[in-house]
């Protein structure tokens, strides 16, 4: 199959990318550095040339949530319009779990409940697959606060997922039929978000206090079982030891 994947210079779309190509896929990379503007459109048309299926991992730039949806309805309005001319028969997205059991979470939140809704009313079938965190959300997490050594970081509860896996899932359900709303997808076990930031830059080898607290970017709508897998969830094998134990990459 001719399959495109959006956002593939970044983490997720990369591997995904990689993914597909390893199953024989023939993948066109969509990038703003590989000369393709979600934003403005320019390259879509001529990149979606001949594509079966599209897989969308963008992120958006760090802005407010207002940008930040902005930036998604328009990168997702043209790329829907693109797959719909060029007669791609599958729209694959790369969603959150607990999306849709708070209105809360960050500006990237507000970003991805603008396209689902987009692509939930859209003409190209899709599939949604919503995910956990990835296991170096945690370290991730952290960076956005670190000022002078010291970083604040929510006491999350979440069920990490190994970046390779859920490309491996999103490279997988790319090649079938549209599913509508996939099940969730997580890692095989819950964890401290703390915790795992804690563990994750001692591997690194990078010193920071870590703070827990709701006062930083993720509050307290999030804690709980928000951000935990629903029932009938599809567990993915790689725990967060063992992708420490890889490096943490």
Known sequence: MRIAVAGATGNIGARTAAALERAGNDVVRISRSLGVDLLSGEGLDAALEGVDAVVDAISAPPVGPDETREYFATTTTNLLAAEHRAGVRHHVLLSIVGLNRTTGGTAHYEGKRAQERLIE???????????????????????????????????LLVQPIAPDDIAAVLAEIAVGEPRGRYVDVAGPETQDLVDMARRTHAVLGHSVKLVPTWSGPLGPELAGNVLLPGDGARIAATTFEQWLAAGAR
């Not at 009313?121 to 170096?136: C, E, K, L, R």
């Open 121 to 155: 009313a859209g003409q190209v079938p899709w599939t949604i697959v919503p995910a956990t965190q990835f296991h170096d959300f945690a370290a991730m997490a952290a960076s956005w606060t670190e000022q002078d050594g010291v970083a604040l970081i929510a006491p």
